[in-house]
Nanobody, 123 residues
Framework: QEPLVESGGGLVQPGGSLRLSCAGS????????IGWYRQSPGTQRVLVAG???????KYAGSVEGRFTISRDNAENKVFLQMNSLKPEDTAVYYC?????????????????WGQGTQVTVSS
């Protein structure tokens, strides 16, 4: 099992920014696709952004232009820079990794998940 640890969540005002980090420790982290998901109470977990080992990215339409996903394979870390945050971005954010090079939307296709970090956007 590959532990994943998210950090960087918190409370921010609308229009503010946060940077989430996901740290992995498994040997496969740097060659796997990574996804950032979010889940609000009563809703399904949805893909926010994903990145391949080679750096190709995919974003949900609701965050494109505001969020940026990046990775540092040498450090086994993936980041999610979130700008221009809105109240509807409030959710628990999870990172997940899958054995494969392609970013997919379906959460059940990811093998390992972190515990999540809460992001609250409120004035």
């Amino acid at each position: 099992q590959e532990p994943l640890v998210e950090s960087g969540g918190g409370l921010v005002q609308p229009g503010g920014s946060l940077r989430l980090s996901c740290a992995g420790s498994g040997s496969g982290f740097s060659i796997n696709a990574i996804g950032w998901y979010r889940q609000s109470p009563g809703t399904q977990r949805v893909l926010v952004a994903g990145i391949t080992a080679g750096g190709r990215t995919k974003y949900a339409g609701s965050v494109e232009g505001r969020f940026t996903i990046s990775r540092d394979n040498a450090e086994n870390k993936v980041f999610l820079q979130m700008n221009s945050l809105k109240p509807e971005d409030t959710a628990v954010y999870y990172c997940a990794t899958r054995t494969g090079t392609i970013v997919v939307v379906t959460p059940t296709l990811y093998d390992y998940w972190g515990q999540g970090t809460q992001v609250t956007v409120s004035s």
